[in-house]
């Protein structure tokens, strides 16, 4: 990995630091924008079309039936199961907190102002196929979707040929879902977002998804006729913080276990401790070496680097302006430091604290920001499968005190029917 | 208005009912995107020419220097300042029981899992110019945006010459806004979002606008180098639905303030009155023959219909699919119908609580969601302001009570650094 030392940098070389390589979108809105013209002019049927075209779906039917769901519950390993249902339960825990709370103020006498959170209709959950079967990304949606009590929660996934994986299958048992679709990429997404007769459309989409799926997203995001998109998404990130205290082969199993994820995954690592960039440097090579994934993980390592600075303050600054997905602060009493973390998805305290654990079942959401968006958004969680509806209530004499200044504000907007909705009430 | 009756409709004609007037952005995209791609460009320079260019912007400053900022406190109107001061108040009082509360749970033994808000940092608030001023608009958004504590809040608005309206600039200072720039417009838009070497980009935009900064909010939100935005925005509406008891002049006064808002504005009565239907129909004819905005009201109202049904359930199942920006329940005991209220912005209870109460001083926020995308967001929110970062903190201990989890997951998803990342600490 490249190494860097903050006090060597000037400013614009610490800001380029902090830039994620472009992504060009232009290109991929090309291919895919008359994929979803179609599917919004043909629906279900132009979608089934695609389906066939890119992903080699051959199924008899769009919907995973009730056999092959329970199939899957036969098939898939007892071990699988077990690790499934302990990071469902622990998930579930903390996503229980989440559920937002009514408010209700009285802004003036007779003047009730309250706002209640109500649920999404249609969710869409976006699962990826291909080589990556992500079980624990169905419990990552799907549980605050039945948290929240979605009415309707319809898992969207690609498949070639007939075969969903069963571990898929039964993470989606186990949130409840029954509206399984075997259709993913842009196709899934316009299908998700346009609907036809047959097929209701969603309210708003969530989950991963390669280059295509990721356009499909933001584009039917812009679309009148479309809908809401849980975030844009990025290539992966994670920045490890750490000082002379922390063990080198921790913090290369963290780094490593994020760069295996894509080449264009991101993985830097910020130490007080010069001389434990150069051990986590030798770790690296000797973890790496063992790792299926090897020729991944070392690309995006690639892309990656290091930087030494001279306090974990230092540290936390930069990481406040990179906006890691990711942040492991494995440095002594990392608590000390929480106040100071402004922008970051998940983050990981203490040694014993790998970002695996979070990926999978310590119970947060692994459904994060990414390439800098941690500044404005948080990762999925209950509400984002909510909406708050705010009301009012007045009696005449709480309209009555704020009479004069809705008619004032009505006249200096030059909107006198608003003026007159409140006059005529007072007048009767 | 057009009138309808439920009982006679069938299903697709009453989905067609629910649907709004199709938007095409298309255009409009095409014509703006040169305008963006010279802003990333060419930042601050290029958005003070097309600000000169499309708004006939001539000041020697961008900013809204501190003088100008006493003057108009000087200058304005004492009742405008008290009307404004009221709806700061309420405005304050409600928002601020919207602060989000920090979560944590032990999920496990030795897991502790915890949530907490962050004010984003750099938020950009976007006021139109032109004919309409909306001193109100900016409370709606300084006010959350101040009770998030966003360190900085930019005020963009597009100007003619050199002036700002006072109104605009007294708002901005109750909510202690300082950084005012006089460029909007897409172009303004452009300018928050993508910045330069001197001006520093914003996290992400809210506020209203022409069919221009629409489409440039929703473009720079799917850009990479782009930043957030609140919501995507239409044109304005408003669905009242009342019962036999309710006063036609009040319907008829709340219907014209919606539709006085624009020519595209869409407002609409549900009623299991028909009798008082008609009584509505002649209150319109008088109240609008008084308005100074007569023109724009008359056509609004041509997009406009009426619809008899048999009960106030009828007609709020029809509101729900609808899902209006503003729902006023002009009945006798609304509250018994709150919960049954699913999709909607904001909601207006009893015949005390015009729209008007809740446009400027009520307390709830006016910002919401046009469109149908009432089915997927709330209005603007103290939490629109900020975003969530997790938090987990493992003992060793707490690390063992998943480790099978994690590292059974992870090898069922392909991901054996994961696993290693968990593998090797707990060998130590």
Chains 1, 2 share one sequence.
Do not use: W
């Not at 389906?51 to 769901?69: C, H, L, P, R, T």
């Not at 408010?103 to 309250?114: A, D, F, M, V």
């Not at 947060?364 to 509400?383: C, I, Q, W, Y």
């Not at 009479?403 to 006249?411: G, H, N, R, W």
């Amino acid at each position: 990995m490249k190494c860097f030392k903050l006090n060597n940098l000037n400013e614009q070389e610490i800001s380029g630091l902090t830039k994620r390589p472009a992504v060009d979108f232009e290109k991929t809105f090309t291919i895919i924008k008359p994929v979803l013209e179609d599917i919004k002019n043909n629906g279900l049927q132009a979608a089934v079309k695609y389906a066939k075209q890119f992903d080699g779906f051959s199924s008899n039917s769009v919907y995973v039936s009730d056999n092959e769901i329970l199939e899957a519950e036969k098939s898939l390993n007892p071990k699988v199961k077990k690790a499934l249902e302990t990071a469902y339960s622990n998930i579930f825990a903390f996503h229980k907190e989440e559920v937002p709370n009514k408010i209700r103020k009285e802004t003036l006498p007779g003047i009730i102002c309250s706002r209640e959170f109500r649920p999404i209709d249609n969710v869409g959950l976006y699962i990826p196929g291909g080589n990556a079967v992500l079980p624990s990304t169905v419990l990552m949606l799907g549980i605050p979707a039945r948290i929240a009590a979605c009415p309707r929660i319809v898992l969207a996934t690609p498949v070639k040929g007939d075969h969903i994986n069963p571990a898929i299958l039964y993470a989606a048992g186990l949130c409840g879902i029954k509206e399984i679709i075997k259709i993913g990429g842009a196709q899934g997404i316009g299908l998700l977002a346009f609907g036809d007769s047959s097929f209701h459309k969603v309210d708003k989409i969530f989950g991963p998804g390669n280059q295509y799926v990721t356009a499909a997203k933001l584009l039917v995001s812009i679309d009148p006729e479309g809908c809401a998109i849980d975030m844009p998404a990025g290539p992966s990130e994670l920045l490890v913080i750490s000082d002379q205290y922390a063990d080198p082969s921790f913090i290369a199993s963290d780094l490593l276990s994020q760069a295996e994820h894509g080449e264009d995954s991101q993985v830097i690592l910020v130490t007080t401790s010069e001389e434990k960039a150069v051990e986590v440097e030798k770790e690296l090579e000797l973890q790496l070496s063992l790792l299926p994934r090897k020729n991944i993980a070392e690309k995006s390592l690639g892309n990656s680097f290091m930087l030494i600075t001279d306090t974990v303050t230092d540290a936390l600054n930069f990481s406040n302006v990179y906006a890691p997905e990711h942040l492991i602060l494995n440095v002594k009493q990392p608590d000390q430091f929480v106040d100071y973390i402004r922008n970051a998805g998940s983050v990981f305290l203490g040694e014993y604290s790998p970002e695996s654990a979070g990926d999978y079942a310590s119970g947060t959401n692994h459904s994060l920001p990414t390439s800098g968006f941690a500044r404005s958004f948080g990762g999925v969680s209950v509400e984002f499968f909510m909406k708050a509806v705010s009301f009012q209530s007045l009696t005449k004499d709480g309209l009555s005190h704020i009479s004069a200044a809705v008619e004032t504000l009505a006249i200096e907007e030059g909107l006198f029917a608003h003026k007159n909705a409140v006059t005529i009430r007072l007048k009767k």
